[in-house]
T-cell receptor, first 113, second 115 residues
Framework: AQSVTQLGSHVSVSEGALVLLRCNYSSSVPPYLFWYVQYPNQGLQLLLK??????LVKGINGFEAEFKKSETSFHLTKPSAHMSDAAEYFC???????????FGQGTTLQVKP | NAGVTQTPKFQVLKTGQSMTLQCAQDMNHNSMYWYRQDPGMGLRLIYY???????DKGEVPNGYNVSRLNKREFSLRLESAAPSQTSVYFCASNPQTGLSNQPQHFGDGTRLSIL
């Protein structure tokens, strides 16, 4: 079965520090991978996606992620955290030939002043 | 530029009551989805509709029914609400059917409490 694991349900960083949110997936076929962000009392917004091609993907708000097939990982990074980055982040995969999304458990990012 | 619209935004029900959550999208998307979000569990797929006229079960369909009324609308019904169905419900849509490299677009959610 396909699955997505996000390591760390809560991550806390200082403003200006590196943000690293981890995501590992299992998929028997090449997946499409997504990162979404959810601000309080809102729906999910797409940060970035990997489908094919370049494995380093840039998204909105300065975030990027790298697809590493050998490690089955798709970690999200941002060089310098901003207070407005505080939110919950979800990694998701669309395995194979379905349109369904499988989500990780989510990681809450706290940014300290 | 509405995107995906869910109604209501909040609802409190008593155990055993029924309710229909409404979802409409104005992007001419083919696929639509219902998820529930619970703390520490991410989003789990309840039902989806790959195209108008079709619906299929997702990961957690028990206690729910759906209707794809037309291409725009996809409703979720709780026939006899239970406290375990207290959750935040999200509707989403996708322009494609089947294999999709396009992201899903989400509504703002319905926060449902069942007493």
């Amino acid at each position: 079965a396909q699955s997505v694991t996000q390591l760390g349900s809560h991550v806390s960083v200082s403003e200006g520090a590196l943000v690293l949110l981890r995501c590992n997936y299992s998929s028997s076929v090449p997946p499409y991978l997504f990162w979404y962000v959810q601000y309080p009392n809102q729906g999910l917004q797409l940060l970035l996606k990997y489908t094919t091609g370049a494995t380093l993907v840039k998204g909105i708000n300065g975030f990027e992620a790298e697809f590493k097939k050998s490690e089955t990982s798709f970690h999200l990074t941002k060089p310098s955290a901003h207070m407005s980055d505080a939110a919950e982040y979800f990694c998701a995969v669309t395995p194979g030939n379905t349109g369904k999304l499988i989500f990780g458990q989510g990681t809450t990012l706290q940014v300290k002043p | 530029n509405a995107g995906v619209t869910q109604t209501p935004k909040f609802q409190v029900l008593k155990t055993g009551q029924s309710m229909t959550l409404q979802c409409a999208q104005d992007m001419n998307h083919n696929s639509m989805y219902w998820y529930r979000q619970d703390p520490g569990m991410g989003l789990r797929l309840i039902y989806y509709s790959a195209s108008e006229g079709t619906t299929d079960k997702g990961e957690v369909p028990n206690g729910y029914n759906v209707s794809r009324l037309n291409k725009r609308e996809f409703s979720l019904r709780l026939e006899s609400a239970a406290p375990s169905q207290t959750s935040v419900y999200f509707c989403a849509s996708n322009p494609q059917t089947g294999l999709s490299n396009q992201p899903q677009h989400f509504g703002d959610g319905t926060r449902l409490s069942i007493l």
